[in-house]
């Protein structure tokens, strides 16, 4: 009987949804994530990265949000070695290699030689250009395996030095003969995998540190990854980035949003870390424009989730500025986000009343170093948002409860009458229909019920 009135309901939203300036993104390459926990992703990331045997996940991600984005990962400057059934996290395999050996890189002593914390993957010629199309031919043929998006490349990067020792590399003696390789390399790759309809994003290495470099190669790709945005390390003790070093993470996002191109920003902490979660979902929300994503990963295989992702901001109103004391401030139409990314405590004044990020109803705070907060306005009214439900229902004797389902975009509760339901994505809530709606249904009427859903 569900399925019967489920078919006959159509949702028609009363006014369409405005595009968030930011999301966020889930990396799920680990070995262990295809155990994982998949089940809430297709509701709250816009972006996921997925090895290239999880096509199942990308199905059902894709039948719950047909809007997501998902990426294949694929390693450029490094080769791994198969398994029986062909799969492997790189553009090229070292099978493939075997018959090139010229696509090997070698150290000063001519041996071939591994990348150092990952004794099965093998340093490659990147600059090679039968090497180029050789990667470039294998992932074309696994992108058309399923519905990909796009491929996440990483090991896209503008020095050898924290996979090798960059004097012993005498084909690239140095960082720049390696960034001659490497952008050789995205301006073969990007643009044709680009023409294919597909999103190409490098995760480039030590972006912060190497932007001007990096910068001349954003117009062969699709975006970019950061993947040490505003924090590394494992620890919440340490590896949070400020001053100059955490200026350097905002401009490289303010660059990217003002070319239109996607940005994925990962922070690495303990699972729990929410403090360095607001520390880089705030600095996210400072500069997006509406092609950023964020996360905070321990390891590449579980979720994080905090309560500062479900705040309803509003839009923005206006750019970031900064304010004094160091901290970094941007204003919504239901909040605010201020970002401290100096060494010191730092007492700021909202100029309004806001609460949040820990924080009952207040005007001020003190800003302990390195943190962010996402606030909403204590002031500004509730927004809502109502659907017309065009209910059809059969084969009914009497007047009764039925059953309806309801979608909605983001966190929201459905409100029916008195009755109040959270929900993420998709609510089911109960219709008491009155004699004469029951009556109008027998007659083969569809009735409509107003449904509002409170931000």
């Given at each position: 009987?569900?399925?019967?009135?489920?078919?006959?309901?159509?949702?028609?939203?009363?006014?369409?949804?405005?595009?968030?300036?930011?999301?966020?993104?889930?990396?799920?390459?680990?070995?262990?994530?295809?155990?994982?926990?998949?089940?809430?992703?297709?509701?709250?990331?816009?972006?996921?990265?997925?090895?290239?045997?999880?096509?199942?996940?990308?199905?059902?991600?894709?039948?719950?949000?047909?809007?997501?984005?998902?990426?294949?990962?694929?390693?450029?400057?490094?080769?791994?070695?198969?398994?029986?059934?062909?799969?492997?996290?790189?553009?090229?395999?070292?099978?493939?290699?075997?018959?090139?050996?010229?696509?090997?890189?070698?150290?000063?002593?001519?041996?071939?030689?591994?990348?150092?914390?990952?004794?099965?993957?093998?340093?490659?010629?990147?600059?090679?250009?039968?090497?180029?199309?050789?990667?470039?031919?294998?992932?074309?043929?696994?992108?058309?395996?399923?519905?990909?998006?796009?491929?996440?490349?990483?090991?896209?990067?503008?020095?050898?030095?924290?996979?090798?020792?960059?004097?012993?590399?005498?084909?690239?003696?140095?960082?720049?003969?390696?960034?001659?390789?490497?952008?050789?390399?995205?301006?073969?790759?990007?643009?044709?995998?680009?023409?294919?309809?597909?999103?190409?994003?490098?995760?480039?290495?030590?972006?912060?540190?190497?932007?001007?470099?990096?910068?001349?190669?954003?117009?062969?790709?699709?975006?970019g990854m950061e993947e040490h945005f505003t924090k590394f390390g494992d620890s919440p003790a340490g590896g949070h980035l400020t001053d100059g070093d955490w200026d350097d993470n905002l401009a490289t996002l303010k660059q990217v949003q003002a070319m239109g191109k996607l940005f994925l920003g990962i922070s690495h902490s303990s699972l729990g870390d929410?403090?360095?979660?607001?520390?880089?979902?705030?600095?996210?929300?400072?500069?997006?424009?509406?092609?950023?994503?964020?996360?905070?990963?321990?390891?590449?295989?579980?979720?994080?989730?905090?309560?500062?992702?479900?705040?309803?901001?509003?839009?923005?109103?206006?750019?970031?500025?900064?304010?004094?004391?160091?901290?970094?401030?941007?204003?919504?139409?239901?909040?605010?986000?201020?970002?401290?990314?100096?060494?010191?405590?730092?007492?700021?004044?909202?100029?309004?009343?806001?609460?949040?990020?820990?924080?009952?109803?207040?005007?001020?705070?003190?800003?302990?170093?390195?943190?962010?907060?996402?606030?909403?306005?204590?002031?500004?009214?509730?927004?809502?948002?109502?659907?017309?439900?065009?209910?059809?229902?059969?084969?009914?004797?009497?007047?009764?409860?039925?059953?309806?389902?309801?979608?909605?975009?983001?966190?929201?509760?459905?409100?029916?009458?008195?009755?109040?339901?959270?929900?993420?994505?998709?609510?089911?809530?109960?219709?008491?229909?009155?004699?004469?709606?029951?009556?109008?249904?027998?007659?083969?009427?569809?009735?409509?019920?107003?449904?509002?859903?409170?931000?």
């Open positions: 009987m569900l399925v019967s009135l489920l078919a006959a309901c159509v949702f028609l939203p009363a006014t369409a949804s405005a595009r968030p300036v930011a999301g966020h993104v889930r990396v799920a390459i680990d070995g262990a994530a295809y155990y994982a926990d998949f089940s809430k992703t297709a509701g709250r990331a816009q972006v996921v990265v997925l090895q290239a045997w999880q096509t199942d996940k990308l199905r059902r991600m894709k039948a719950a949000n047909p809007g997501i984005k998902v990426l294949m990962y694929r390693n450029l400057s490094g080769m791994s070695r198969a398994d029986r059934w062909g799969n492997t996290g790189t553009g090229v395999t070292v099978q493939d290699a075997e018959a090139h050996p010229e696509w090997f890189l070698r150290n000063t002593s001519g041996d071939r030689f591994t990348f150092r914390s990952y004794n099965y993957v093998w340093a490659a010629d990147i600059g090679n250009r039968d090497f180029q199309e050789k990667w470039l031919a294998n992932v074309t043929a696994r992108l058309k395996t399923a519905d990909w998006d796009g491929v996440l490349v990483d090991d896209a990067n503008p020095t050898l030095f924290y996979s090798y020792y960059v004097d012993r590399v005498p084909k690239y003696p140095n960082d720049a003969a390696y960034q001659v390789a490497t952008g050789s390399a995205l301006a073969y790759i990007g643009p044709r995998l680009r023409a294919q309809g597909k999103l190409v994003i490098p995760n480039f290495g030590s972006w912060r540190d190497y932007r001007d470099a990096i910068t001349p190669w954003l117009k062969y790709v699709s975006g929410r403090a360095a979660a607001r520390y880089g979902w705030a600095t996210t929300l400072l500069a997006a424009e509406g092609d950023a994503t964020f996360a905070l990963h321990d390891d590449y295989t579980r979720e994080a989730w905090f309560p500062e992702y479900n705040y309803d901001l509003g839009d923005p109103r206006g750019k970031e500025s900064e304010i004094a004391g160091g901290v970094h401030r941007r204003a919504f139409a239901r909040g605010l986000v201020l970002v401290n990314p100096t060494k010191a405590s730092v007492p700021v004044r909202f100029g309004g009343r806001y609460r949040g990020s820990g924080l009952g109803t207040s005007t001020r705070t003190v800003m302990r170093p390195h943190t962010g907060l996402v606030l909403l306005s204590a002031s500004a009214k509730r927004a809502r948002r109502s659907l017309r439900v065009r209910v059809a229902c059969r084969g009914m004797s009497r007047p009764c409860r039925r059953v309806i389902t309801v979608a909605l975009r983001g966190g929201r509760r459905v409100v029916v009458g008195r009755r109040k339901v959270a929900v993420r994505r998709t609510a089911r809530v109960q219709v008491r229909l009155s004699a004469k709606g029951h009556k109008a249904l027998k007659r083969g009427r569809a009735l409509r019920v107003s449904v509002r859903a409170r931000r």
